[in-house]
């Protein structure tokens, strides 16, 4: 029987892509011998297809017990009900392990949810705030917070200085909230997450110092931050977790073998892979260039659609079928990105589309792509199914080279399991909206990214992939904001041809060492973890 050092209490927002990197992060803890209980809403839990057998998993309540964040109506309406319902709920939880003789000794929570600090102050433990996306759009919301910058920007061509980043940026660069109708609300909530950060005892940070080492260590001067990132499952890393295969939590049901058959029947290092999230929703022209953009590119290629944004593609884009084209419409995104993964990972959100984030262990081979071949996987699904798409679309990549998570937004796990040794390497492109789950996924495994971001978090990551870490490229918007078909068949033809994308190729190539030697046994983020631990266990 295991004797645990401690005991920490995992609170994600309940969407995939929040989950799956706090699951990941809560792997690692327990891999040190740290008991580890992970609170899920019921109505995630309701929806969940596939739980991990390696954590405890425990239901809190956010007073919408039957329909989530949609039977709330608004956004508004349902983080001002979870912070009261969610509150009480995690209290009784906290006594209940108590008196089942499990005490909890401390709180990673998800800044998202704030109100878990004055939880954990009310029965005197210790607190970590754990946050999924980057240092450098965290230090964009800290200075919204502290106003000092502005969202939007007040003028489209304004140049900003940002404390903490080399340069400025463009106000194309920063954070977009023009797509929700609840803007307001949401940077708000962004930018509250630092509202009592300083009560905390560590802040963690889903990178690492490599990759963000400027931003880091200014954010550093202000607050107890810990790099412990990538989260992604180990056999993608650094392989010390053995059973760590893939993420293991997800609401969708991948659809692992239809699409693995597929990439198994393509040239090595051949295939597009395309997938824009679970909440992103392009409009009917931006799928018709994209599709056009892709077909003209004279690749093979994967695209994971949302079954609800099926009715978008061109009429005759689908037709003839060939071999070159696979064609998959489903009620969840996530399912189709596991096939591809062919080993595993997850991701989160609402029904949308979702790019694989390339995660293998060894960068794609150089080989450039011989036939053109779309392939369109559709999926739909609410919240965590953007994630599990990410997720599935991060397994093709992974398929490139090994086993891949699925994003988000949600990374599913596939349903069959494929030797590594069997594993082929057909991903050598993301066509990504660039959440930072996908980025990271992409990062971790070596595959260069064609980026199309969307909306909040994604512009930023775009101008990091693009022009400070140089792992790809960023397709250029027109005067009606959409990206024309030549722009998208000429940034992928950039990445997959030798010459042109042989220094991107070669950026991502180290990347992808750095990312697993930053987790493996005495790397940057390895040591972050194990000062947590320690310093976990001294006050337990």
């Known amino acids: 029987m295991t004797t645990y050092k401690a005991h920490c209490l995992i609170l994600p927002f309940p969407g995939q892509g929040h989950i799956n990197p706090m699951l990941q992060f809560a792997k690692r803890l327990q891999s040190k011998r740290v008991k580890i209980t992970i609170a899920l809403t019921k109505f995630f839990l309701k929806n969940m297809k596939e739980l991990p057998t390696s954590v405890s998993i425990e239901a809190i309540s956010d007073g919408y017990d039957d329909g ?3 039977q709330a109506g608004s956004f508004v309406a349902y983080v001002t009900r979870f912070k009261e319902v969610g509150s009480d709920t995690l209290s ?4 209940k392990l108590e008196n089942c003789g499990c005490p909890v000794n401390c709180i ?5 949810l704030p109100w878990a600090v004055e939880v954990a102050k009310n029965f005197r433990l210790v607190s970590a705030a754990f946050f999924t996306q980057n240092c450098a759009v965290d230090n964009i919301y800290y200075h919204v917070h502290k106003g000092v910058i502005k969202l939007p920007p007040t003028q489209n061509d304004e140049e900003i200085l940002i404390p903490g980043f080399s340069s400025t940026i463009e106000a194309s660069d920063v954070p977009s909230f023009v797509i929700s109708p609840e803007a307001e609300r949401i940077l708000e909530m962004l930018a509250n997450q630092f509202s009592n950060l300083d009560k905390v005892d560590w802040v963690l940070i889903n990178s690492f110092h490599e990759l963000e080492k400027e931003v880091i260590d200014w954010m550093s001067k202000i607050y107890p931050i810990k790099t412990i990132g990538p989260t992604i499952p180990s056999i993608y890393l650094d392989k010390r977790l053995h059973d760590d ?3 293991g939590l997800s609401i969708f049901k991948p659809m692992t073998n239809e699409c693995l ?11 597009v892979y395309v997938s824009f999230g679970s909440l992103a929703k392009l409009e009917g022209d931006q799928m018709e260039e994209l599709a056009w953009g892709l ?3 004279n690749n093979n290629f994967l695209w994971v659609v949302r079954s609800t944004e099926e009715s978008k593609l061109p009429k005759d884009f689908l037709e003839p079928p060939t071999p070159k084209s696979l064609t998959l419409f489903s009620s969840s995104p996530k399912p189709t990105e596991a096939a591809i993964k062919q080993p595993l990972l997850p991701h989160h959100k609402p029904p949308s589309l979702h790019p694989p984030s390339s995660k293998h262990n060894q960068p794609p081979p ?14 739909s699904s609410e919240g965590s199914a953007d994630q599990q798409l990410l997720h599935s679309s991060r397994l093709c990549t992974a398929s490139n080279s090994r086993q891949q998570p699925h994003e988000t937004p949600t990374r599913t796990p596939p349903t069959t399991q494929i030797p590594q040794a069997r594993v082929r390497v057909p991903i050598r ?3 990504t909206h660039c959440g930072w789950n996908s980025t990271l996924e992409a990062i971790s495994l070596g595959v260069p990214m064609v980026a199309m971001p969307q909306w909040i978090d994604q512009p930023t990551n775009a101008k990091f992939v693009k022009d400070v870490w140089k792992i790809g490229v960023r397709a250029k918007l027109d005067e009606k904001g959409i990206v024309r078909r030549e722009v998208i068949e000429e940034c992928i033809k950039l990445v997959m041809e030798e010459e042109k994308g042989k220094l991107i190729r070669e950026n991502a190539k180290k990347w992808k060492e750095i990312a697993r030697n930053v987790v493996d046994e005495g790397g940057s983020s390895d040591k972050n973890i194990e000062e947590f631990v320690s310093k976990l266990v001294t006050i337990s």
């Open 108 to 112: 990673v929570y998800d800044p998202f």
């Open 295 to 297: 077909k003209n590119s």
């Open 245 to 247: 295969k893939e993420y």
């Open 366 to 379: 150089s080989e450039n792509n011989q036939q053109p071949s779309p392939r369109t996987a559709s999926s």
């Open 261 to 271: 058959n597929w990439l198994n029947h393509q040239p090595i290092s051949s295939v």
């Open 429 to 431: 492109c993301f066509l």
């Open 92 to 95: 009784q939880l906290i006594q």
């Open 68 to 70: 989530g964040r949609d």
